[in-house]
């Protein structure tokens, strides 16, 4: 597969990476944007390669082995300069890489476990949580309404990757909680 080198902010590939950071956009498209090697990694490592990834080329020495992986799982591939990455990515300091991949769908586990969300508003501490289920072996988590953005960038680096091991299912209520 072959590199698209982006050279120009207005370019319709690089706004849609930056239009992920706004959660209107990323339920609209039902994608979520994954910042760093280790939680890209992750994402292929469960099964679900993500769509795009954004590189700057001059990490690409550094990224052979990840862009080998995504060259194989059929990613489309993108490189532009740190500059316009640091536009698209949502940490201060960006890490070099970032992709584009679908909310990720598990059905529920057997154990029964399930772990329901309520009122947690900071991105890190739902990330926390999420991985804090995934290493006890919850097989879901229900969000109540109001809990902030599950797919929000900081959710998934707090996450390390819990998004791709864990069912997580958002109720409209307690009461359809309550079924699942």
Not at 48 to 60: G, K, Q, T
Not at 80 to 101: I, M, R
Not at 147 to 170: C, E, N, S, Y
């Amino acid at each position: 597969m072959e590199i698209v080198h982006i050279t120009s902010r207005a370019n319709p590939r690089l706004k849609q990476v930056r239009s992920l950071q706004q959660r209107k956009a990323r339920q609209q498209h039902a994608q979520l944007l994954l910042e760093g090697v280790r939680l890209i990694e992750d994402a292929f490592s469960a099964g679900f390669p993500p769509a795009l990834l954004l590189f700057d080329p001059d990490m690409a020495a550094g990224l052979s082995a990840l862009l080998a992986r995504a060259q194989q799982a059929g990613t489309e591939l993108l490189s532009a300069p740190a500059a316009l990455l640091a536009e698209a990515a949502d940490t201060v300091t960006p890490p070099g890489v970032l992709a584009v991949a679908s909310w990720p769908t598990l059905p529920p586990g057997q154990s029964g476990l399930a772990l329901m969300v309520d009122g947690v508003r900071d991105p890190g501490n739902l990330g926390t949580l999420l991985r804090s289920a995934a290493a006890a072996g919850v097989d879901q988590v229900i969000l109540l309404p109001g809990v902030t953005d599950v797919w929000a960038p900081k959710v998934l680096r707090a996450g390390m990757g819990a998004h791709f091991r864990v069912a997580i299912r958002q109720a409209q209520g307690a009461a359809q909680a309550a079924e699942w």
